[in-house]
């Protein structure tokens, strides 16, 4: 392993998947703490300059500007957390688990992050995470995935 890689385990990993209930609750822990991280950012920006905040009202005005906006925050947001955390939101922390690269469990690099950031832009991009295992297209465009880390140790 090159020394620029950081692995979360000792020796060899035994990665376990997180069960979809995991990754569901992870997806609506992260969505509310984003909502309210927006509304605390508005909150800011309408105090400090209410122009700006107006100026985002009349998004309304294009039919979709507002679901595309919000999806690009919410994807930069994903991305900008997962990477100050390394792999780890506020709902995996909350849930013990961990985006790892895949097969390796090396903590992924911020590229891979951003990507995975990024990919949750796509339109519909939720419903890839139907299913069971759980394998949505972010970790899919990554290469990395979701595992469980008190059942990965051993």
Request: contains cysteine; glycine residues 8%; aromatic residues 10%.
């Amino acid at each position: 392993m090159e020394s620029s890689e950081q692995t979360i385990f000792d020796d060899e990993p035994n990665l376990v998947q997180a069960s979809s209930g995991k990754r569901f609750l992870n997806s609506v822990i992260d969505s509310i703490s984003f909502y309210l991280f927006f509304i605390i950012v508005v909150g800011v920006i309408a105090v400090i300059s209410p122009s700006v905040v107006a100026s985002f009202v009349n998004l309304k005005e294009v039919p979709g500007a507002d679901q595309l906006l919000g999806l690009v925050l919410f994807g930069l947001y994903m991305g900008m957390m997962e990477i100050i955390t390394r792999g780890r939101t506020l709902g995996k922390l909350m849930t013990g688990t961990a985006a790892v690269v895949s097969e390796t469990g090396v903590t992924p690099s911020v590229k891979q992050l951003f990507i995975r950031g990024i990919a949750r832009c796509v339109p519909f991009e939720a419903f890839s995470a139907l299913g069971n295992p759980c394998y949505p297209w972010h970790d899919r465009w990554s290469g990395t995935e979701v595992i469980d880390l008190k059942k990965s140790r051993r």
